[in-house]
Nanobody, 119 residues
Framework: QVQLVESGGGLVQAGDSLRLSCAAS????????MGWFRQAPGKEREFVAS????????SYADSVKGRFIISRDNAKNTLYLQMNELKPEDTAVYYC????????????WGRGTQVTVSS
């Protein structure tokens, strides 16, 4: 089991950058595939990015590809999301999540951090 706590959200202007962090507790962080998801007001939660357990494989939603970078530091039990060239449509609550390599569903979720991008 793993507990996840996001941080780094805030209010920024369009074009700015922001880095989110997700601190994980537990001794098996390096065994999980990690992902970032977001949910805007009135919309369903959507996938943003994911990274394999070793960090070697990354995947992005088309809407953030080329602007966001997901990374992880297994020695620090921390997941990151570097967000560049932010747009108002990136405004959402951002969640980090973890799943075991052998399953497709993310079983563990943080409580989220708010990101607001003003135009």
């Amino acid at each position: 089991q793993v507990q996840l706590v996001e941080s780094g959200g805030g209010l920024v202007q369009a074009g700015d950058s922001l880095r989110l962090s997700c601190a994980a507790s537990g001794r098996t962080f390096s065994l999980y595939v990690m992902g970032w998801f977001r949910q805007a007001p009135g919309k369903e939660r959507e996938f943003v990015a994911s990274v394999s357990s070793t960090g070697s494989t990354k995947s992005y939603a088309d809407s953030v590809k080329g602007r966001f970078i997901i990374s992880r530091d297994n020695a620090k039990n921390t997941l990151y999301l570097q967000m560049n060239e932010l747009k108002p449509e990136d405004t959402a609550v951002y969640y980090c999540a973890a799943r075991v390599i052998t399953v497709t569903n993310y079983a563990y979720w943080g409580r989220g951090t708010q990101v607001t991008v003003s135009s």
